[in-house]
């Protein structure tokens, strides 16, 4: 009978806790949660992370109240399994995501089932085709707004999606708590020039154009030899386009702290990926068949609640693996075991505790894979299983125009073995979900449109 009589007062005190946190009840309201995603956005695009061009003044006094990841890496060049690691804690292969637009399978936990599941109100904004509800992402979200997608390869559209944003926060009570995702586009290619707010050459007079179809870009670089005038006005768009998403985000930081506070609000501030400019010999300019540090280099910017840790950088490398435990953690949520996450939280107190190798993969057409420490980066090539891997020292050469895997064999080999093991336990995560009931992504059925706009945006060939 007092076994019994124990598990029911057990089971009555944890109905009281949902219920307290479902319903604004006694006792502290659990922390929101807000990540917004700035699509294509490279870490040195911004004044916090040492760019010398007033691209980003609202981001930047955001980085000032907030911890600044200064290694940051994403485990994908492209939107969809980028976002997967973020919304899944696994690597973009584990969930079904890999050679194809797949979509997550449903029986994948996201952060916002999670939050959802805590009783947490949960809402999305987007703007990218690829965080449609079809592709799995989203589950979870009580709330998406995806109206931007339709407009986003015609058009600038941060203003909307941060109107969209303000709008549904302010309806949100403060009782409850609350988990929003935000996706910024205007970062990504087409590069609109916005000389209201960022002009720094209004003097060219070269072929490359503001909102010029990325491939034409492309071809005209390699027409023109790779002009230095050309590389530079392509830059001169992207520095314009991140000015101009600053411009936006710093509305929606205000209405951040105007409708939730800061107190119990964690924001989170990141980039999917970056995009090269031209300026590599290739002319390459975008991202998605690219490992470089311009593509895999990430901003990450926390703030915590009550600004906790304000000013703090962390020079440390950190993947995004690791991101979905960590925003847990820091907001409380108890995560459940059976998950079998790829990452871990990271301890800011003991940072030298973190994992020392990192991992990427482009998963489409060039299917390139990445294993690094904060010295060396190895870059495997496994549908051509006669190249040799190619090794660049970013601490001598940061802009990897130098193979030394000769020179450091027992380097090459270490990482090869890092390698390694890191397919083998995707593998077995894969697997383990498999035995569960899970699938390998299925391929979503697209609209005629979404797939020329995905092709258009170089997603599809």
Known sequence: MRPLLGILLLALGTLATTLGCASGGAGPRPTDVIVIIVDSLRADALGTYGNPHPTSPHIDAFA???????????????TLPTVATVMTGQHPYVVGIREKA??????????????????????GIV????????FGLMQGLNYLWDEAVEKNDLRATSP???????????????????????????????YLLHPELYDDM????????????V?????????????????????????????????????????????????????????????????RRTRWIGHTKV??????????IVRFPGKARAGTRVPQLA????????????????LPADLGLAGQPWDLDHPEQWRRTIHAETGRWAAIQVTMNERYKLVHHPKAPSSRPTLYDLQEDPGETRNVAREHPDVVEALGEERLHWLGEMEQARRRIAANGGEDGAEPMLTRDEEERLRAMGYIE
Do not use: C
């Open 64 to 78: 000032r109240d907030s911890v600044v990841f200064e290694q940051a890496h994403t485990t994908a060049p492209w």
């Open 291 to 300: 490992v470089s540090e311009e593509v895999l280099h990430v901003p990450l």
């Open 127 to 134: 703007s990218h085709i690829y965080l449609r509800r079809k």
């Open 319 to 334: 993947s995004l693996i690791d991101l979905m435990p960590s925003i847990a953690e820091w907001s409380g949520l108890s």
């Open 215 to 279: 491939g034409e870009m492309r071809r005209q670089l390699r027409a023109s030899g790779g002009d230095e005038d050309d590389v530079a006005y392509v830059h001169n768009l992207y520095r314009s386009e991140v000015r101009y998403t600053d411009e936006h985000l710093g509305r929606l930081l205000a209405a951040i702290d105007e409708a939730r506070g800061t107190d119990n609000t964690l924001v989170v501030l990141m980039g999917d990926h970056g995009d090269e400019l031209g300026d």
């Open 102 to 123: 797949a979509s997550v399978d449903g029986r994948v936990t996201t952060l916002g089932e999670l939050y959802r599941d805590r009783g947490y109100i949960t809402g």
């Open 160 to 190: 909307q999606t941060t109107a969209a944003a303000i709008s549904w926060l302010k309806n949100q009570s403060r009782r409850k708590p609350l988990f929003m995702l935000v996706h910024y586009f205007d970062v990504h290619y087409n």
């Open 202 to 213: 209004p003097d060219y007079g070269g072929d490359i154009e503001s909102g010029m179809p």
